[in-house]
């Protein structure tokens, strides 16, 4: 459908002089990861408020873009399968992070989850997607900048846990940990590095 939709619309540019036919896949691809982006925001607002939760799953929304953005990783096939795909991460760390904070569990115990975090993306991040290729010397930069920025994430989440924010510390390292598991799976498909 947003396929669909993007070809539509690019179409309509074409049509009306807005672009010119050489753009047209450009410009295509561009209203795709812009729709796509608007669905998953709109899907973590309407998770959020369900699970009366709107201020985590928007601290989710930022920290998880921010992150990915660096390490790459898992990509669905389809955009349902991936917005199908992010709802259920979305759900998974709201839920989790409720739970957690709950049964009051130490912030030693949720460092457990961060620890191998940072250590996939040592190994493996940036993940590179088939239709995006990383260059040598990106892929180092991409690297660095993953481990840093889940490190001040960590500083973060210690701030606010010792500011007794626990369950946004928990959505934190939550999310940073389900970052680190959509990395490892193009790993674990393709039988190892």
Request: net charge positive.
């Amino acid at each position: 459908m947003i396929t669909k939709i993007s070809k539509k619309i690019s179409s309509e540019f074409v049509k009306h002089n807005i672009i010119s036919d050489d753009l047209v896949d450009i410009y295509r691809y561009g209203i795709e990861i812009t729709l796509s982006t608007i669905i998953g925001l709109i899907l973590t607002v309407i998770i959020g408020l369900l699970l009366i939760s709107l201020i985590q799953s928007m601290l989710f929304y930022v920290v998880f873009i921010a992150l990915r953005s660096m390490t790459g990783g898992y990509h669905a096939k389809t955009y349902f399968k991936c917005n199908l795909t992010f709802s259920l991460i979305v759900i998974f760390v709201i839920i989790f992070s409720k739970a957690a904070y709950e049964m009051n569990i130490s912030f030693g115990a949720l460092t457990l989850l961060f620890l191998p975090s940072v250590l996939s993306f040592t190994w493996l991040a940036p993940v590179e997607n088939i239709n995006k290729p990383i260059e040598k010397k990106k892929r180092v930069y991409w690297k660095i900048m993953a481990v840093i920025a889940s490190i001040l994430l960590y500083f973060l989440s210690i701030f606010l846990y010792i500011n007794q924010h626990e369950l946004e510390a928990t959505v934190i390292i939550t999310t940073v940990f389900s970052v680190s598991v959509l990395c490892m799976i193009p790993i674990i498909k393709k039988g190892g590095t």
